[in-house]
């Protein structure tokens, strides 16, 4: 199997909005960055400001955190822009920025949940006159709430390392390829496809209960 | 492709050819009911991970320039790099080097012996009449010492007053 099979073509994340219609744009942008225009540099933030938001909160799960980590990526992307020799995309470059920015952070402190799994969310009622305690267990016939859902999900990818949930987010929410995820973590495919294994199989595990009930 | 890990993660994605996919099935049986598990996983980790929109998306830019501004420009830090940390180490450099320059000149060193002894050595080796006896010249402290290597006697005329 071929780098070109495991990578398939570029995803639309990398492809669609960079390496066709945007790149001679971009190569433009960053020579006038690295001649000091923070003009230029304004437009680069304002084209990839989003995308890049979205996979640091799909890391850290907390809107303020995305915020900070992409505000200090996108600050340490133009403290070193003269060293952008347009090796990869820009895109890819920033990417592994802030992936690193992200999982740095991870690594040093834990990030809170926005919504972190919380008992209190879903409040179990107790019949009065009855003599058990329900199971906080959901039981199988109830169909979970979105929210709940959603919040069971948030902690269980809080629950995975900094670099599962670095490839869990690129290859589930952002659907980039193994060949696009290897570049912006700079590590092998074979190291992607790993990481992608035990990181389902730990999610698999933690949320057994919630794909099996829906 | 070498490791399960690998062949499971794209057998999830699809990503194996018919007759490998077929081969991995035939090795482990559970893997068809693995893979629906999975994609059941998967269809709910996409529907409910939807992407966070960035609000306030002009204040992040505002907020961005702001730090920019407020950081060192590379020419400035340039300008003080060399005035700076740089400097130092090009400072410390140079005293090295005057040290080393210094001690080369100043420190005596190498041989310190009488210099004619070389001629010595060179004078002995061309007028030894006796191909079997060689002579070597070492200087040790200021005292020049000869080696006759492979004579027997010293001739009764030689005069080793000289």
């Excluded at chain 2, 702001?66 to 400035?76: T, Y």
Aim: net charge negative.
């Amino acid at each position: 199997m071929g780098l070109n099979e495991l990578g398939g073509h570029p995803s639309k994340h990398l492809a669609g909005d960079y390496r066709t219609e945007a790149e001679p744009d971009d190569f433009d942008l960053v020579k006038r960055c690295q001649k000091g225009e923070a003009v230029a540099f304004d437009e680069l933030v304002t084209k990839y400001r989003s995308k890049v938001f979205s996979m640091i909160y799909g890391m850290v799960q907390n809107e303020q955190d995305a915020w900070d980590l992409a505000q200090d990526g996108f600050l340490k992307a133009w403290r070193s822009i003269h060293r952008f020799k347009g090796q990869s995309s820009f895109y890819t470059w920033l990417y592994r920025i802030m992936t690193n920015v992200t999982i740095d952070a991870l690594r040093r402190k834990n990030f809170r949940s926005d919504t972190e799994f919380d008992d209190r969310v879903a409040p179990i009622e107790v019949e009065p006159g009855s003599r058990t305690t329900p199971s906080s267990v959901p039981l199988p016939d109830l169909t979970m709430e979105r929210a709940e859902v959603r919040q069971r999900i948030e902690s269980a990818i809080n629950k995975l390392s900094p670099e599962h949930r670095a490839v869990i987010v690129m290859k589930e929410i952002q659907e980039l390829q193994y060949n696009e995820i290897a570049e912006i973590l700079g590590c092998s495919i074979g190291t992607v496809m790993s990481r992608l294994f035990y990181a389902r199989k730990k999610l698999q595990t933690l949320l057994k209960d919630v794909y099996e009930n829906l | 492709m070498k490791t399960f890990e690998e062949r499971y993660t794209a057998y999830l994605d699809g990503l194996l050819s018919e007759s490998e996919a077929a081969i991995f099935e035939q090795e482990r049986p559970a893997l068809v009911a693995q893979k629906a598990e999975w994609a059941k996983l998967q269809r709910v980790l996409r529907e409910n991970l939807v992407s966070v929109e960035l609000t306030n998306t002009d204040f992040f830019n505002s907020q961005l320039l702001q730090q920019i501004s407020n950081a060192p420009s590379r020419s400035r830090s340039l300008v003080a790099g060399w005035l700076g940390i740089p400097w130092l180490a090009w400072g410390g450099l140079g005293a090295v080097t005057a040290g080393i320059a210094l001690f080369i000149t100043l420190i005596p060193h190498g041989d310190l012996s009488d210099p004619g002894s070389g001629y010595v050595a060179q004078v002995l080796k061309t007028t030894t009449i006796d191909p079997n006896v060689s002579a070597t010249v070492e200087s040790r402290k200021g005292i020049t010492i000869i080696k006759l290597e492979g004579l027997e006697k010293v001739p009764a005329d030689e005069d080793l007053t000289r």
